[in-house]
């Protein structure tokens, strides 16, 4: 079987590796070439285009940044050259409009669509242990889940593939509003004289133990807010994402729009290559705790 996988960026690279390190066949593609000519040592056909990946693939993955990207690689002209009966998967985190519209072009050509977007960030996608949120036709999801299962644990969602892309935004929305929430409650303790580290270690350890609360209550009390993790710009694009798909279903979201408004400040400072704990920054600046900069 030929499969391909398109978009080698902080997540891609790795996922595609854990595919070529559990001796599946993979080529892979990425805009930028040097991202991919290391996976050949793993065993990786590297291609020189997009319609080279796509040409007679029977399955094919695209991790992508954003639903221009994904538009931009999945025109009628380049779809048509894929195995007849092909499946395309879409790990990237998308608008449910784009899944829908791909669910029915993928239709109109006599191939199949299924919708995998991912929990975890790049350390995770490189140890294998991701969760993946999949939907689509359940023959479709068969033929891809020998590859996806070396990514990490896979959630089934049904049939439908924009049903796992409303779970992403929904799961991406509330990591965001942890990381708000967490940023609000620290400062909160600061300002009266509590250090935030104690209060956190009694939250981590008792009704707030989370992962995902020691994860990120530790990158906000270490300030890391650096390139490397999940950008600003990502978090600005999956909100604005939640808002649309909020507007779209008649779904009141409030905390939707505060988030928005972070982020549009986090994006007028020029922070958009910072991780998107960066949110704490702004909460600090607000309440009196720290200069205007990072």
Request: aromatic share 8%; charged share 20%; proline share 5%.
């Amino acid at each position: 079987m030929k499969a391909s996988f398109i978009g080698l960026g902080r997540m891609g690279g790795h996922m595609a590796r854990r595919v070529l390190l559990n001796k599946l066949p993979l080529g892979v593609y990425n805009r930028n070439q040097e991202k991919a000519k290391p996976l050949a040592a793993d065993g990786a056909e590297v291609f020189s285009s997009p319609r080279d990946a796509y040409r007679d693939a029977e399955l094919f993955i695209t991790m992508v940044s954003n639903d221009f990207a994904l538009n931009s690689l999945t025109t009628p002209q380049d779809l048509t050259l894929m195995a007849p009966g092909g499946v395309h998967v879409s790990m990237s985190t998308i608008s449910v409009e784009l899944s829908d519209a791909l669910t029915a072009l993928h239709a109109s050509l006599g191939q199949a669509f299924v919708s995998c977007p991912v929990f975890g960030r790049p350390l995770a996608a490189e140890a294998g242990t991701l969760n993946l949120c999949l939907a689509g036709p359940q023959d479709a999801k068969a033929k891809a889940a020998p590859y996806l299962a070396t990514m990490g644990k896979i959630f089934d969602f049904g049939l439908k593939p924009s049903g796992a892309n409303s779970v992403k935004l929904a799961g991406n929305f509330m990591l965001a509003t942890l990381i708000e929430m967490l940023s609000e409650a620290f400062s909160l303790v600061d300002k009266h004289g509590v250090t935030p580290l104690s209060f956190f270690d009694l939250i981590s350890t008792t009704n707030f133990s989370a992962p995902a609360v020691k994860i990120y209550g530790q990158l906000l009390l270490d300030n890391s807010f650096g390139p490397g993790g999940f950008s600003a710009a990502l978090g600005a694009k999956d909100i604005g994402l939640v808002k649309a798909a909020a507007k779209n279903s008649l779904t009141p979201m409030p905390l939707a729009s505060t988030l928005e408004d972070r982020f549009l400040r986090i994006l007028a400072r020029g922070w958009e290559d910072k991780d998107w704990c960066v949110l704490g920054q702004i909460q600090k600046e607000d309440s009196g705790l720290a200069k205007p900069s990072v």
